[in-house]
């Protein structure tokens, strides 16, 4: 079946739409990558496009030899992998029961988890909850507060809801109690809204920033977001008395940005297939 001109108009407008949104969000990481690996004197000026100029590495030797980089990688995939794990074994947990029909109160126990997240206890009530249960300074204290967010386990529940019901009842007439029946069938079949809620969730650790300035100041449970942010405070000194290495703060800001997002990167076309069938799914109700 031949497309009629308004329909390749129309694809047309969306492809160059969708182009130049592609350009605008690759363009300036680009930029910031060259500036990360151009010499002083090109950064300085201003000279500096979309590929690095005066090839240099000083950026990343002045984080690695005067910052605690190896450290702040360590404790925040630590954070990112125990965190995540943890977030969807208990996000699906809460969900499955959720999402079947038969749960006496499910209306008013799903109105209670929204209502969190348009109200919170607030800064003060939270830190003081932390300091009291001892977490101050300790790694648990940027995992424990972001175990169950509401909306992907929403995202979940309706997945659950989409899917077969014939499948749940068969396994229950042969025996199996809700636990197996979650855990060897239903988070089986569930594979792409996981996926997807995993990499939700792993940005979400991965990018923590304030929690971490907020409940730790021991040099060595510093996280990536924090350490960057260090780097650049430090890069901001006029003078650089403490490092032996002269780097300019522009080039230093790059190399942070590169930092922070280059792992995110890495593993992002491996759970791309699941990302969009993911949301999708998991917005509709079977």
């Known amino acids: 079946m031949k497309s009629t001109k308004d329909e390749i108009a129309f694809k047309m407008i969306n492809a160059l739409i969708l182009i130049a949104v592609s350009l605008c969000t690759l363009l300036p990481f680009l930029h910031v990558v060259a500036l ?3 010499s002083d004197q090109y950064v300085i000026s201003g000279r500096v496009g979309l590929m690095p100029r005066g090839f240099q590495v000083n950026a990343y030797l002045f984080a690695w030899k005067n910052t605690p980089i190896l450290t702040a990688f360590r404790n925040t995939i630590s954070v990112t992998a125990i965190g995540t794990l943890l977030a969807i074994v208990i996000s699906s947990a809460v969900a ?4 079947l029909p038969s749960l006496w109160g499910r209306k008013p126990l799903l109105y209670f988890f929204v209502i969190t997240m348009i109200f919170s206890g607030g800064l003060i009530p939270a830190f003081l909850l932390m300091m009291s249960l001892g977490l101050i ?8 507060p972001h175990l169950l967010n509401v909306f992907n386990m929403i995202l979940i529940k309706n997945y659950f809801e989409g899917l077969p019901e014939s499948v749940r009842e068969s396994a229950l007439i042969d025996g199996a109690n809700n ?7 239903i ?5 792409p809204i996981l996926a997807t809620i995993a990499l939700f969730t792993a940005v979400e650790f991965w990018n ?3 929690n971490a300035m907020l409940y730790l100041s021991d040099p060595k449970k510093v996280t990536l977001q924090l350490f960057l942010v260090n780097i650049v405070r430090q890069a901001n000194l006029t003078d650089n008395i403490t490092s032996e290495i002269i780097v300019p703060p522009d080039t230093v800001r790059a190399a942070a940005v590169v930092f922070g997002t280059a792992p995110i990167l890495f593993f992002y076309p491996f759970l791309q297939k699941y990302f969009v069938k993911g949301i999708t ?3 509709v109700k079977g």
């Open 36 to 38: 990360s690996f151009s």
């Open 96 to 99: 499955y029961p959720l999402s």
């Open 137 to 144: 300074n300790n790694l648990w204290s940027l995992i424990l």
């Open 179 to 185: 636990i197996n029946i979650l855990q060897k069938i």
């Open 187 to 191: 988070l089986p079949m569930s594979k």
């Open 208 to 210: 923590s920033y304030f």
């Open 281 to 283: 799914l998991g917005s």
